[in-house]
T-cell receptor
Framework: GEDVEQSLFLSVREGDSSVINCTYT??????LYWYKQEPGAGLQLLTY???NMDMKQDQRLTVLLNKKDKHLSLRIADTQTGDSAIYFC???????????WGAGTKLIIKP | DGGITQSPKYLFRKEGQNVTLSCEQN?????MYWYRQDPGQGLRLIYY???????QKGDIAEGYSVSREKKESFPLTVTSAQKNPTAFYLC????????????FGQGTRLTVV
């Protein structure tokens, strides 16, 4: 079935770039999303990319999509303590409009 | 201020009791969703509704029930048939099923004591 995989943890130093990776299995994905969840809170949409794009940049965020390898990444430049959160990758497929979610990557910032 | 509100933030339930989680939105969204979040797992869909008076089971509907009598409200009941109900529950809404962005509530943490 459809599946989205992410590493559970990523640790980076403050000021460095963070790269969070995600792989998915459904080749009919239409949109791919990155959501952010701060402790004890709901999820907030950070950015999304349409499947016919390979890159999207929005201030400190860069999304790269390799459709051939079914690989999505989120780069956060100049990582700050406020970026500490869990980052979820999700895909919307062509077969229905439900989102398939990854398990989330917890980003840990070291001083 | 438009948004989606879940209440309560924390909820404790004794074994064998039913409990209802509230979700209200004033975004005029047609579609609403309930997800369950467990540590180290992605969000799992419990139920969703695309329109008033209609809803569909998600991947893990057993032991849960919902209603959608009003566009603004989509309460979730966790019944005694749910064997492992302790989890973080998230409600979301979107403008129409298939829309780009889902808006989430702040979640309800349910603990069975």
């Amino acid at each position: 079935g459809e599946d989205v995989e992410q590493s559970l943890f990523l640790s980076v130093r403050e000021g460095d770039s963070s790269v969070i990776n995600c792989t998915y299995t459904d080749s009919s994905s239409t949109y791919l999303y990155w959501y952010k969840q701060e402790p004890g809170a709901g999820l907030q949409l950070l950015t999304y990319i349409f499947s016919n794009m390979d890159m999207k940049q929005d201030q400190r965020l860069t999304v790269l999509l390799n459709k051939k390898d079914k690989h999505l990444s989120l780069r956060i430049a100049d990582t700050q303590t406020g970026d500490s959160a869990i980052y979820f990758c999700a895909e919307r497929t062509g077969s229905n409009y439900q989102l398939i979610w990854g398990a989330g990557t917890k980003l840990i910032i070291k001083p | 201020d438009g948004g989606i509100t879940q209440s309560p933030k924390y909820l404790f339930r004794k074994e064998g009791q039913n409990v209802t989680l509230s979700c209200e939105q004033n975004l005029n969204h047609d579609a609403m969703y309930w997800y369950r979040q467990d540590p180290g797992q992605g969000l799992r869909l419990i139920y969703y509704s695309q329109i008033v008076n209609d809803f569909q089971k998600g991947d893990i509907a057993e032991g849960y029930s919902v209603s959608r009598e009003k566009k603004e409200s989509f309460p979730l009941t966790v019944t005694s048939a749910q064997k492992n109900p302790t989890a973080f529950y998230l409600c979301a809404s979107s403008a129409a099923d298939g829309a780009l962005e889902a808006f989430f509530g702040q979640g309800t943490r349910l603990t069975v004591v």
